[in-house]
């Protein structure tokens, strides 16, 4: 079945400054990567998705880029708010496996005054 | 609906007694998903409805958890005989993908029941 690894488990970044999390997944036929932040207390909600025919998506002070050949996604947030604080995880899911989204072990982002 | 309701959104119960917790997704999401949150912790898949059936169950922690989806819609997490362990944040999801169609989109989330056996 797929695995998804995520990396870092905790992340610190001061604000203004950018903080990537980086993820890889072991299905090669995994198409669908979404990503999800959790504040605390809150449930979890989609910021931003990616399918397999692109490598790259953007929106405003998000990105995420897909590598299918080496298997790994990431998340970038440029310049970083004291409200980007928060649990970050990422995703994958392929239509072989019902199209399931299996999750990452989630990282913690503190964005340091 | 306009989102994915949960309830009840906390509960407290006895150890060794049964729990019933609701789900009632987004109107037309055919796919719906039982996800468990301990604190501080990943989001461990339970059980997947496409419809009313369960094509995945492979999550369900032991013989004491069991699910169903009636009209394609509510669905219900049974917890029996309740342990310590089983305390968390039960979370719901719902789609319109799933079923391996290749449509896969963003789950939307309910709020969760935060369980706590004592």
């Known amino acids: 079945g797929e695995n998804v690894e995520q990396h870092p488990s905790t992340l610190s970044v001061q604000e203004g400054d950018s903080a990537v999390i980086k993820c890889t997944y072991s299905?090669?036929?995994?198409?669908?990567f979404p990503w999800y932040k959790q504040e605390l207390g809150k449930r979890p909600q989609l910021i931003i998705d990616i399918r397999s025919n692109v490598g790259e998506k953007k929106d405003q002070r998000i990105a995420v880029t897909l590598n299918k050949t080496a298997k790994h996604f990431s998340l970038h947030i440029t310049e970083t708010q004291p409200e980007d604080s928060a649990v970050y995880f990422c995703a994958a899911s392929s239509m072989n496996r019902d199209d399931k989204i299996i999750f990452g072990k989630g990282t913690r982002l503190h964005i340091l005054p | 609906g306009a989102g994915v309701s949960q309830s009840p959104s906390n509960k407290v119960t006895e150890k060794g007694k049964d729990v019933e917790l609701r789900c009632d997704p987004i109107s037309g999401h055919t796919a719906l998903y039982w996800y468990r949150q301990s604190l501080g912790q990943g989001l461990e898949f339970l059980i997947y409805f496409q419809g009313n059936s369960a094509p995945d169950k492979s999550g369900l922690p032991s013989d004491r958890f069991s699910a169903e989806r009636t009209g394609g819609s509510v669905s219900t997490l049974t917890i029996q005989r309740t342990q310590q362990e089983d305390s968390a944040v039960y979370l719901c999801?719902?789609?319109?993908?799933?079923?391996?169609?290749?449509?896969?989109?963003?789950?939307?989330f309910g709020s969760g029941t935060r369980l706590t056996v004592v």
């Open positions: 999801a719902s789609s319109l993908g799933g079923g391996g169609r290749g449509g896969a989109y963003g789950y939307t």
């Open positions: 299905d090669s036929a995994s198409n669908y």
